[in-house]
């Protein structure tokens, strides 16, 4: 289906800036690759030649560092450091406390 059939203008504009559309696309793809586990996600990208290119991947890990592992790559995540974040909400008070602590 034509996703801009009744919008040519949006359909101009999204040619124009096809490749900023395309940086877009896959930082939100990231975004679901890191948070959501225990889902495999690939993002391929089909060349001129009709080889596919892996953009993309996550192999439905159990944990966010293992998807971070696959999505940015071992030694993005050895320089990185990461915290974990403990949020408590009281339900008889309009307070929320967090406390972070390394991972």
């Not at 900023?20 to 896959?26: C, D, T």
Request: with cysteine; hydrophobic share 35%.
């Amino acid at each position: 289906s034509n996703l801009f059939h009744s919008l040519p203008v949006r359909q101009r504009e999204f040619q124009k800036h096809i490749k900023k559309e395309f940086v877009k696309l896959i930082q939100v793809l990231q975004g679901y690759a890191i948070v959501t586990t225990n889902v495999r996600i690939t993002c391929t990208n089909i060349l001129k030649s009709n080889k596919k290119q892996v953009i993309l991947a996550s192999n439905g890990n159990s944990t966010i560092h293992e998807n971070v592992t696959n999505v940015f790559g071992t030694k993005q995540v050895k320089d990185s450091c990461f915290l974990r974040m403990d949020v408590f909400v009281s339900p008889w008070q309009h307070v929320c406390m967090c406390r972070y602590s390394k991972w």
